[in-house]
């Protein structure tokens, strides 16, 4: 029997100050500090690479997010911030649990000075969403709402991606209109 993956863990990030990064996961989407640790001089595991590392969850899982801080030695204080685009990590998404968390935490982003990218609906998962960018310049996803894939195996209809305004966007129309499409996909598909 083929392994199979049961969830996605965790996600680590290299940053430049790993209580500045501690600080905005908390302050912004209240993730909490698990633990620090410092790695050991003697150059093994992780600290082959990293000096010290910060462990912060969301729920009671020891960490989601892993925040590291390279040796000196290998990343010195003129490397540059997460590139814009490129190879590697491309963004990291969080789930809020209504979109009044989701419109609450824009704002507080917003107005404290945080990054936004842009905000959006449609495409594939068709949620509602927000990009901001961490400290070091990664890309964040902030998202309600994505859609779920039910037994017959199949993603429902959705419009295209285009930007939305998201202080004024209409979330009873937009969730009535994903069930209409739904009805409309399950009468096509015999379910």
């Given at each position: 029997?083929?392994?199979?993956?049961?969830?996605?863990?965790?996600?680590?990030?290299?940053?430049?100050?790993?209580?500045?990064?501690?600080?905005?996961y908390s302050r912004y989407l209240g993730m909490r500090l698990t633990e620090k640790f410092e790695y050991p001089k003697e150059k093994v595991g992780h600290g082959v690479a990293v000096a010290a590392g910060a462990f912060i969850r969301c729920d009671t899982t020891h960490?989601?997010?892993?925040?590291?801080k390279?040796?000196?030695?290998?990343l010195g204080p003129d490397a540059p911030d997460a590139p814009r685009f490129g190879?590697?990590?491309?963004?990291?998404?969080?789930?809020?649990?209504?979109?009044?968390?989701?419109l609450s935490l824009f704002r507080e982003m917003r107005d404290g000075g945080v990054e936004i990218v842009n905000c959006r609906k449609g495409g594939p998962g068709n949620q509602p969403r927000f990009y901001a960018r961490d400290p070091d310049g990664n890309l964040l996803e902030f998202y309600w709402g994505?859609?779920?894939?039910?037994?017959?195996?199949?993603?429902?209809?959705?419009?295209?991606i285009?930007?939305?305004?998201?202080?004024?966007?209409?979330?009873?129309?937009?969730?009535?209109?994903?069930?209409?499409?739904?009805?409309?996909?399950?009468?096509?598909?015999?379910g």
């Open positions: 029997m083929k392994a199979r993956v049961s969830k996605l863990g965790h996600i680590g990030l290299t940053v430049r100050d790993i209580d500045r990064t501690v600080e905005f960490h989601e997010l892993s925040i590291f390279m040796r000196d030695d290998i190879f590697g990590l491309h963004h990291i998404a969080f789930e809020l649990a209504s979109p009044e968390d989701l994505i859609d779920k894939i039910g037994w017959h195996g199949t993603a429902r209809p959705y419009d295209p285009e930007e939305i305004d998201l202080p004024t966007f209409d979330f009873d129309a937009f969730e009535a209109k994903r069930e209409a499409d739904m009805i409309t996909l399950q009468a096509k598909i015999g």
